[in-house]
Every structure is written in C-alpha cells, then in structure tokens.
C-alpha cells in the first residue's frame, strides 16, 4: 500500500505563493496516478490538480493558470506550486493516490490572508 504525507502549508498574504509538497512510500510510486485536493470548513473536498505517470496533467478552473502541480519520482514526492494565492485558496490540502482503492494524506493547512 501507499503512505502520503503532506507538508508546506501555512500562512500566506494574498498575492504570495506557498509549495507543498507530498512524500510518498511504496516501489510503485513512479507508475501511479497523484493528486492534490482541498477542502475548506462546510465545504465538500474539491480536486486541485492531477498528474499522470506520464506527466501529464489537469487543474481546476479555479486554479488554472496559478497552480504548477509536478512529481519527483526519484525521490516519491509530488509537489504543488502556488502561486498568486486568492484567500478563497483557504483550505486543507491533501494529497491522493488513485492507486488501487486510493490513498489519502493527513492534509496539511494553507490560509491566506492579509
């Protein structure tokens, strides 16, 4: 199976730009599908960007333009470059796998504000 852990979030004014990035365990990681999505308070979890195996990637409109997502896959991590961050960009972050079953990780926060 698959571990993901999330870090980089936090506190970030409006216009400024934050990286996350997400470790992933696992022999396979160069061959599977990753992810970021987020989700604010009552709100329902949203995808933000995916990136194949092949590097190809998909964003939501919402972020087209402003987010980068991109994958190491010598060292199995996937990151996600924000930038020109909105304070509707407020939410907790979290990486996915669509591997088998699909794996999440634990979130990390990202706030904007002034």
């Known amino acids: 199976q698959v571990q993901l852990v999330e870090s980089g979030g936090g506190l970030v004014q409006p216009g400024g730009s934050l990286r996350l990035s997400c470790a992933a365990s696992?022999?396979?990681?160069?061959?599977?599908?990753m992810g970021w999505y987020r989700q604010a308070p009552g709100k329902q979890r949203e995808l933000v960007a995916i990136?194949?195996?092949?590097?190809?990637?998909n964003y939501a409109d919402s972020v087209k333009g402003r987010f980068t997502i991109s994958r190491d896959n010598a060292k199995n991590t996937v990151y996600l470059q924000m930038n020109s961050l909105k304070p509707e960009d407020t939410a907790v972050y979290y990486c996915?796998?669509?591997?088998?079953?699909?794996?999440w990780g634990q979130g990390t926060q990202v706030t904007v504000s002034s």
């Open positions: 990136i194949t195996s092949t590097d190809n990637t």
């Open positions: 696992g022999s396979i990681f160069s061959i599977i599908t």
């Open positions: 996915y796998t669509s591997y088998r079953s699909g794996y």
